[in-house]
């Protein structure tokens, strides 16, 4: 069975810096996708990034970029140029690319940016 | 702007009484999910189907639980008798996955917020 690991309950970082936010994951599988969600405390899941296991590229989308280290099952993201309304909580997420399709999620890490 | 919409965002109840919360899918989405958010065991999946047909509920208490997708634009998730312990925040989430697609992610939506008293 796959299970995902978020080992920092919370993080805080000031405002313009750059943070990082790991996850590890375990898993039998080759191929998959892995993804970071958002939860701000509007309580909405946004979709932050994606990564394609078969892709060695790793994914970026403005100032969210992963480093995707699919040798030691490792999906940490990186926030730059934080701001205040990067104030999260964000979740891990793994998904078979065939089958169930299910997410399987980590605990989160919730974030705060200071002023 | 197509988006997972979900009713009532809000509820509070009382032990007993049956509770019906609602999701409307994306239109076009094969897979819909239910899952149920806590303090203490976060996002957990409780049931979901596919093309409607219910694949796997068995995360699910099956005794007051229900879930059902009558047509493609509606799914449903039921408690009767509702318990405190039920309090949480029920997401429903759609999809178009299929092997190795090249869009598979799951969306979400707004939340049922339900507090049992």
């Known amino acids: 069975a796959q299970t995902v690991t978020q080992s920092q309950p919370e993080m805080s970082v000031q405002e313009a810096e750059t943070v990082t936010l790991s996850c590890t994951y375990d898993t039998s599988e080759n191929n998959y996708y892995l993804f970071w969600y958002k939860q701000p405390p509007s309580r909405q899941m946004i979709l932050v990034i994606r990564?394609?296991?078969?892709?060695?590229q790793n994914a970026t989308e403005n100032r969210f970029s992963v480093n995707f280290q699919k040798a030691a099952k490792s999906f940490s993201l990186k926030i730059s140029d934080s701001q205040l309304g990067d104030t999260a909580m964000y979740f891990c997420a793994f998904m078979k690319t065939s089958g169930t399709y299910k997410y399987i999620f980590g605990t989160g890490t919730r974030l705060k940016v200071l002023a | 702007d197509a988006r997972v919409t979900q009713t009532p965002r809000h509820k509070v109840t009382e032990m007993g009484q049956e509770v019906t919360m609602r999701c409307q899918p994306i239109l076009g989405h094969n897979t819909v999910f239910w899952y149920r958010q806590t303090m203490m065991q976060g996002l957990e999946l409780l049931a979901y189907?596919?093309?409607?047909?219910?694949?796997?509920d068995s995360g699910m208490p099956k005794d007051r639980f229900s879930a059902e997708m009558p047509d493609a634009t509606l799914a449903t998730l039921k408690i009767q008798p509702s318990e405190p312990r039920d309090s949480a925040v029920y997401f429903c989430?759609?999809?178009?996955?299929?092997?190795?697609?090249?869009?598979?992610?799951?969306?979400f939506g707004p939340g049922t917020r339900l507090t049992v008293l």
């Open positions: 189907f596919r093309n409607r047909a219910p694949l796997d």
């Open positions: 990564q394609e296991a078969y892709k060695q």
């Open positions: 989430a759609s999809g178009f996955l299929i092997q190795r697609g090249p869009n598979n992610e799951q969306f």
